[in-house]
């Protein structure tokens, strides 16, 4: 019996694989290889997103806060066009800028369906519950659009939250009469 139970167990550790989760080694994750100059693209149409986000949301009542982990989710929804992300700023609950993702003169170019993500770590999330993002981009068509959202998890034993934000415009800016 006792050998049964050994070799049970061996065959479990051989064929079972371990992986520890992996652990965000920043605050924010965030690629910069899709990062260019904005001189290589003239845009004829901008808007600005504002995007809400929760570093953490109220339990029980309002003295207990549950911290989230955020990923940030820009979506190029056009087959043919690419989109231009010029702006990418994340604000905490008073208004005040945290961090500008994005250098002055410098762009982030989504090919057709390409998506790109940000991430920010529930444990070092210090936006608060009213934390929000500021995406400004162009289009060069007319058909080109951005879906710009966040996705709020986090677990606790059993317990498991997640919940969806998107972006809403807050401005449209028309370089010029170009039509695509």
Not at 80 to 85: A, H, L
Request: proline letters at 3%; aromatic letters at 12%.
């Amino acid at each position: 019996m006792k050998q049964v139970t050994l070799l049970l167990l061996l065959f479990t550790l051989l064929f079972t694989r371990c992986e520890t989760p992996k652990q965000a080694s920043d605050i924010f994750h965030f690629e910069m290889e899709g990062i260019q100059q904005l001189h290589n693209k003239k845009t004829f149409y901008r808007e600005k997103v504002y995007l809400p986000v929760y570093a953490d949301i109220y339990h029980t009542d309002q003295s207990r806060l549950f911290p989230l982990t955020a990923t940030i989710s820009l979506r190029n929804t056009n087959v043919r066009d690419s989109v231009y992300i010029y702006q990418l700023n994340y604000y905490n609950t008073k208004g005040e800028i945290l961090k500008e993702f994005m250098q002055p003169n410098m762009m982030l170019a989504l090919a057709p369906l390409e998506t790109y993500d940000l991430v920010i770590n529930n444990k070092q999330f210090q936006g608060g519950t009213g934390a929000n993002f500021i995406v400004e981009w162009g289009r060069t068509s007319r058909n080109a659009k951005l879906l710009v959202q966040a996705v709020m998890v986090s677990t606790s034993g059993q317990q498991g939250l997640s919940f969806i934000t998107e972006g809403h415009v807050i401005e449209s800016i028309h370089l010029d009469n170009k039509t695509n």
